[in-house]
C-alpha cells in the first residue's frame, strides 16, 4: 500500500452562527484555506500508480466551485462552517468519486485547521 496525496488553496467567506455573540468569528471573514487529500491503495499496473492526479484533481474542482469565493454559510450542510464541520464536509463530498481517499486536511491559517481520518 502507497498513500499518496494532492493539495489546493482556495478563498471563502464565513460567519460562525453558534459562538457568543461577542466572539470575533461571529462576524463575517474569510480565509485562505488549504487542503490536502489522501489517498491509499495499491499501485495499479500498467499505469504505476494509485490514482490519476488529473483525475483527482478535476474531481475536487467540481467541488471547489461549490466553495471557493463564496459565503460557505448558504451552502447546504454548511451552515455551521467551523473548520472541523468544514473538514468532514469534504471528505463526504469527495469520498463517493474517490472511493481511495482516507484523509483530508484542512488548514484555514497558517497555524490552524483539522484533519479528518475516519475508521473504515
Known amino acids: 500500500m502507497i498513500e499518496i ?3 489546493f488553496v482556495f478563498d471563502s467567506a464565513h460567519y460562525l452562527p453558534n459562538v457568543p455573540v461577542n466572539h470575533k468569528c461571529r462576524q463575517l ?3 485562505t484555506y488549504h487542503l490536502k487529500i489522501v489517498l491509499r491503495g495499491e499501485v495499479n499496473e500498467p499505469a504505476g500508480w494509485v490514482a490519476d492526479f488529473g483525475e483527482i484533481k478535476q474531481t475536487v474542482n467540481e ?3 461549490l466553495v471557493d469565493h463564496k459565503l ?3 451552502v447546504e450542510g454548511l451552515e455551521n462552517p467551523t473548520c472541523e464541520l468544514f473538514c468532514i464536509w469534504w471528505f ?3 469520498k463517493p468519486s474517490l ?3 482516507i484523509r483530508v486536511e484542512l488548514r484555514e491559517t497558517p497555524s490552524s485547521g ?3 481520518e475516519p475508521k473504515m
Open 5 to 7: 496525496y494532492k493539495e
Open 63 to 65: 467541488v471547489l466551485k
Open 29 to 31: 471573514h474569510g480565509h
Open 99 to 101: 472511493p481511495e481517499l
Open 114 to 116: 483539522a484533519i479528518y
Open 72 to 74: 460557505i454559510n448558504e
Open 92 to 94: 463526504h463530498k469527495l
